[in-house]
């Protein structure tokens, strides 16, 4: 029951959250609201859409058992978490990080402040290193800038057998990719597959060199925002880690390049380097990886039609 002795309207508090939201100028404040309503009473968005579908109320959603029920018995603890996810996302705080998890191809990742949070454009990033890996006996790939390890999880998840090393300097993005690795490990050893993630710098000579000439696929979404270019997004701009953003000059261009060195000496005669990048930075990272004694150097476009990763191979 509320203050005035009713029931609460699901649809109400739907209703509620995305006024706020969308006066707090959230771009989806609508799709927001349901994500963190069903998130504080413990349901999935499907039992969240039937039940609104139905126009039932908070007590009826709980007293179904689509909720979870909270540790006092009382659907006042879950109200409260709303209201208080809500105030955070009004605030801006990415709603990833208040959700502490998001979807990203077939996983299910946990994320919180201090990584980088994995964008959908980037699925097509990992889709080239699939479909590159796809037919290779036991395929070696490695992702360097792993943040929370959405990318070589994927692979370690996805192309059975496969040996995956990932490589991250941030000691923050670090630990969340242990945990996201923590949470896979069934599903890797599944796959058959093996996954180690080191804490490094992706740039420097020293790191898996044990791996020189030998590997497969290298795969990287780097930092590579011009350092000129703050983002407009206010979820990006106060609350990505710069580590992860930055390209490192005015371009962007100057990590992305330092890892196009590095991919050049880890990669076995005719492996594949795919490295996401910055809309604008396609005909330089071409430019870049041709300059460096790559073939086949190409940039390709995402679902939305911008350039988005580049495709390189060392000369066999």
């Known amino acids: 029951m509320n203050q005035q002795g009713r029931e609460t309207s ?10 706020l939201l969308t006066q707090a100028g959230v771009s989806t404040p609508l ?23 139905l126009d039932r109320t908070v007590e009826e959603l709980l007293t179904k058992g ?27 705080e990415p709603l990833q990080y208040i959700l502490g998890h998001a979807y990203f191809r077939y996983l299910d990742l946990r994320l919180g402040p201090g990584v ?41 998840t996805e192309i059975p057998g496969v040996r995956v090393r990932a490589v991250e300097i941030d000691k923050e993005a670090y630990q969340w990719g242990v945990l996201n690795a923590t949470a896979q490990e069934a599903a890797i050893r599944d796959a058959g597959s093996d996954y180690h993630l080191l804490l490094a710098d992706a740039t420097d000579s020293a790191t898996l060199s044990d791996l020189d ?6 795969i990287s979404n780097p930092p590579y925002v011009p350092m000129d270019a703050t983002p407009s997004q206010t979820e990006v701009r106060d609350w990505d880690p710069d ?5 490192g000059s005015p371009d962007g261009c100057l990590l992305p390049c330092r890892i196009l ?29 041709l300059e460096r ?13 911008r350039d988005r990763y580049l495709t390189a191979r060392r000369p066999a």
């Open 116 to 156: 980088f949070i994995p964008r959908p454009e980037t699925e097509t990033v990992v889709q080239a290193g699939v479909d590159a890996l796809t037919g290779v006996d036991h395929p070696l790939a490695v992702d360097l800038c792993s943040g929370s390890g959405a990318i070589g999880l994927s692979l370690a």
């Open 66 to 92: 689509a909720g979870r029920i909270c540790a006092d018995g009382s659907r006042s603890v879950a109200l409260d978490r709303y209201w208080s996810y809500l105030q955070r996302r009004a605030g801006r």
């Open 261 to 289: 060195d590095r991919a050049m000496i880890l990669l076995a005669p005719g492996g594949l380097l795919v490295m996401e990048h910055d809309a604008s930075q396609g005909p330089a990272m071409i430019a870049a990886a």
């Open 213 to 218: 000439s030998q590997v497969d696929l290298v």
């Open 293 to 305: 004694g790559y073939l086949e150097a190409r940039t390709h476009q995402d679902l939305a039609g």
């Open 243 to 247: 580590l992860a953003l930055y390209g």
């Open 31 to 53: 799709n927001d609201a349901r994500l963190i309503l069903a998130e504080a009473l413990g349901c999935d968005l499907h039992q969240l859409d039937q039940s609104l579908l």
């Open 10 to 19: 699901l649809a109400e508090l739907v209703d509620r959250g995305h006024r």
